[in-house]
């Protein structure tokens, strides 16, 4: 198997990189968050791969970080996400973003992506609950109260000051990212008025 493509970027195609290593040439399907993230044509570039063998083709696929491999293996084991469908997902999702959609069972989030009807990201977010990859880049303090949110076993408190600071225009990640930081470090026994207080202060450090 090949796990990671270092060389030079020989060019790119729509949804695809050319990577020159030692002078072969590979082919390696991406998502656009990857391809954005990759150097010019002619400079040296690292890209984790995993192959993917099928009875009618055999395709390699890259990602700029093993966070994004992680999630393309794990989006895969969902049925009715191929290859395709996981980097249409990557393409608009990242990692970290990922994470909390599956967290806070925001099937909007996943919805985005092309080719994922609401059956399917209903599926996802249901299947993956639980499921997130350990990866760096993803606060667990935060994952653990977005998981508490989507379930409904949040604190009332917790629960109406991120729906407040939903309500002031921020994204329901952003809200919940910053009230488990005022949670991690004032405790969970703070009023809701003070929780958004505090929120506020979290978002506009």
């Not at 992506?113 to 609401?118: C, D, K, Q, R, S």
Request: aromatic residues 4%; hydrophobic residues 45%; contains cysteine.
């Amino acid at each position: 198997m090949i796990g990671k493509l270092k060389g030079i970027v020989d060019g790119y195609g729509d949804d695809l990189v050319e990577m020159d290593v030692g002078g072969v040439v590979y082919e390696a399907y991406c998502s656009s968050k990857t391809i954005a993230a990759l150097p010019q044509v002619g400079q040296a570039a690292v890209l984790y791969t995993e192959m993917v063998v099928r009875e009618d083709f055999v395709r390699l696929f890259g990602f700029h970080s093993r966070a994004e491999k992680l999630w393309f293996h794990t989006l895969t084991g969902v049925q009715g996400v191929g290859a395709r469908v996981a980097l249409a997902i990557l393409s608009v999702v990242g990692p970290s973003e990922l994470a909390t959609a599956i967290a806070l069972q925001d099937k909007a989030t996943i919805g985005r992506a092309n080719g994922v009807g609401p059956k399917l990201a209903t599926r996802i977010v249901t299947e993956l609950k639980g499921k997130v990859p350990t990866v760096a880049g993803v606060d667990a303090t935060a994952l653990g109260l977005q998981t508490e949110l989507g379930e409904g076993r949040a604190a009332g408190p917790v629960s109406d000051a991120v729906s407040a600071l939903t309500n002031l225009g921020y994204s329901s990640a952003q809200a919940s990212a910053a009230v488990a930081k005022v949670v991690a470090r004032e405790g969970d026994d703070l009023a809701t008025d003070k929780l958004i207080r505090l929120g506020l202060r979290e978002l506009s450090n």
